[in-house]
C-alpha cells in the first residue's frame, strides 16, 4: 500500500473517539471525517483531530 487510507468514524461517542484516535494516530490513516447526531460531540472531536464533521451519515459516503 502506497499512500494513506482515508477514514471516516461514525458515531464518536466514547468508543468512537477511540477509533478517532487511533485512526488520526496511525502513519498509514488519514482521519478525514466523522459523523455523529449530536453535533456538539461531533464538532468537538473534529476539531480534536482537526478533521472535518458532520451530522448526516450520506456525507460520509459523498466525502473524499
Same mark, same amino acid.
Given at each position: 500500500? #502506497?499512500g494513506k487510507?482515508?477514514? &471516516?468514524?461514525i458515531?464518536?461517542?466514547? !468508543?468512537?473517539n477511540?477509533h &478517532?484516535? $487511533?485512526? *488520526? +494516530? *496511525?502513519?498509514?490513516? +488519514?482521519? !478525514?471525517l466523522?459523523?455523529d447526531t449530536n @453535533?456538539?460531540?461531533a464538532?468537538? !472531536? #473534529?476539531?480534536?483531530?482537526?478533521? @472535518?464533521?458532520t451530522? @448526516? !451519515? $450520506? +456525507?460520509v459516503s $459523498?466525502? +473524499?
Open positions: 500500500m #502506497s487510507l482515508k477514514t &471516516a468514524v458515531g464518536v461517542g466514547t !468508543i468512537g477511540r &478517532a484516535y $487511533a485512526y *488520526h +494516530d *496511525h502513519d498509514r490513516s +488519514d482521519l !478525514i466523522v459523523c @453535533e456538539e460531540r464538532q468537538k !472531536i #473534529s476539531q480534536t483531530y482537526n478533521c @472535518e464533521y451530522t @448526516e !451519515i $450520506a +456525507d $459523498a466525502s +473524499d
